[in-house]
């Protein structure tokens, strides 16, 4: 790997995602929309602050998600990634510099949406904002790393999108926003226990519940950065520089 | 011709080549030479191979046998990928970046100097769009900034897969002309068609037609070998004696 083509890939991928100002719209206006509309549904209950939090994480997720598998699966249908993979670009570079370009674009987003949350919306957090922001910078790496791996399996962009509501959909019904983990079933509970998404939001109710919170997080955090390197790894597998 | 003694100056060496796709044997087992600095042309109507032949040269083919030896390396080595320039047949760009942002990409990809991006606009004739996006380019336009994307950091071996489909007839003379000032300054060309005309714009010819290599010559060998008028029907004399054979 060499930070060189690392850095000229996620430049880039930036130059295109700015080009497309509508994506980038989207991608910083939505999840402002989605919160701002959850607090008014939830009006003067607490519901907001219970899950407003995980909501925060979920989003980034779930964008990165069909942002990175549709953009993947163009450069694998347009012959742009065999020609790069003839040049000097390493697998790891290439997969490094979509994380690193889409990382990027998470930061701006969890800064808007969490800024929104809290300041618009009144989301109370009792443990340190800036961990907000961390922990919905990693969701997105998540829901990067995971369209990366899935963009290998889908052969048109109509496919690449219902991948969406069969990835990450489950994950969201099991990831204990709609029913706490552990009242779930016990086979349901332990499913929910090996996806990634459920330690996501933990992580950020974590955070919204309790003032010192950091070593719990701390642990959430890492569980799902090694998600993150699975999904990548499994990912690079499916990179390959001589096809049938 | 066998491996053991490749030609003096052969950039790219091809022996016994098998490739499947799928359960169709597309390549059963060829053999040939590019020598160094010339323009070769590859030759022969479309589902003949040409396409397969370039990908195993490049490196990005899956093959079932045989050895791909591209300027004294097996093809596909990692050291030859800085060295080794490809067109696909179709325009493999970003549409949605301007040519320059194109080509200063793949610049910084093969770590050539950034006077390359003006150099190879100009080459390919795009100055006037060079901060167009590319999907708003016409297709041959589209193309000409894939061939400059090959042309980047000054590959010694070009692989171009029917580079001049669509392009109108003053443009393809300047894009031969161009083949044939890299080749003078050292570069080997390996260039497809399946437009017999080019055949004469070319140093020398490979014909290939169903996998199998019909004709490995000179415009001038062939046509005196076949005792046609022109390469068009110098390949049809070709299939035809060996349909009586």
């Known amino acids: ?43 003067d209950t607490q519901v907001f602050d219970r899950i407003g939090a995980p909501l925060l994480g979920v989003f980034p997720f779930v964008v990165m998600f069909l942002v990175t598998s549709v953009t993947t699966l163009r450069e694998r249908s347009s012959g742009t990634l065999e020609r790069l993979l003839a040049t000097p670009l390493g697998k790891g570079d ?15 987003q969890a800064l808007v949406a969490t800024g929104f949350a809290i ?32 963009s290998a399996f889908a052969r048109t962009e109509f496919q690449a999108v219902q991948f969406m509501p069969a990835v990450v959909l489950p ?74 | 011709m066998t491996n053991d003694h490749p030609p003096d100056g052969a950039a790219v060496v091809v022996d016994g ?20 600095g010339q323009v070769v042309g590859l030759l022969g109507p479309s589902g003949g191979g040409k396409t397969t032949l370039l990908r195993s040269i490049v490196g990005v083919q899956i093959i079932a046998g045989g050895i791909v030896t591209v300027l004294g390396e097996p093809a596909g080595s990692p050291g030859l990928r800085s060295r080794v320039g490809y067109v696909t ?50 297709g041959g336009q589209r193309s000409r900034v894939s061939l400059a994307a090959a042309l980047v950091g000054s590959p010694e071996l070009l692989v171009l897969d029917e580079p001049t489909v669509g392009l109108d007839p003053v443009l393809r003379r300047d894009l031969w002309d161009m083949f044939h000032r890299l ?18 714009r070319c140093d020398r010819l490979l014909l290939l037609r169903e996998g199998r290599l019909l004709a490995d010559e000179t415009p001038d060998g062939l046509l005196a070998l076949t005792g046609a008028p022109d390469a068009e029907r110098a390949f049809l004399a070709l299939i035809e004696t060996e349909a009586a054979l």
């Open chain 1, 1 to 43: 790997m060499s930070p060189r083509l690392t850095l000229a890939t996620a430049r880039r991928v930036l130059q295109q995602v700015g080009a497309d100002h509508r994506t980038l719209g989207l991608l910083i206006v939505v999840p402002c929309v989605l919160i701002g509309l959850l607090a008014w549904i939830y009006n």
């Open chain 2, 89 to 138: 047949q179709d325009a493999s760009v970003y549409g949605d970046l301007s040519v320059r942002a194109n080509l200063t990409y793949f610049t910084s990809l093969v770590g050539a100097p950034r006077s390359d991006v003006e150099r190879t606009i100009e080459a390919v004739d795009l100055m006037a769009d060079a901060d167009s996006r590319v999907d708003r380019l016409s």
């Open chain 1, 171 to 244: 994950q969201f019904l099991l990831c204990g926003l709609l029913v706490p983990r552990e009242l779930l079933p016990p086979a349901l509970e332990l499913l929910s226990d090996v996806l990634p998404l459920s330690y996501a939001v933990d992580a950020m109710r974590t955070l919204t519940t309790q003032p010192d919170a950091a070593g719990e997080v701390g642990r959430d955090v890492a569980i799902v950065l090694g998600y993150v390197v699975a999904a990548i790894a499994l990912g690079s597998l499916t990179l390959r520089r001589r096809t049938p």
């Open chain 1, 119 to 150: 300041w618009v919306c009144g989301l109370d957090v009792a443990g340190p904002r800036w961990l907000l922001v961390v922990v919905a910078v990693v969701d997105a790496l998540l829901g990067t790393a995971s369209g990366l791996f899935v």
């Open chain 2, 17 to 36: 080549l098998r490739v499947f796709r799928g359960s169709r044997e597309v390549l059963p087992g060829i053999s040939l030479s590019v020598p160094a």
């Open chain 1, 94 to 108: 290439f997969l490094a510099g979509y994380a690193l370009a889409f990382g990027a674009l998470a930061v701006v």
């Open chain 2, 183 to 200: 080749a003078a300054g050292g570069t080997t060309l390996l260039v497809s068609s399946h437009v017999m005309d080019e055949a004469t």
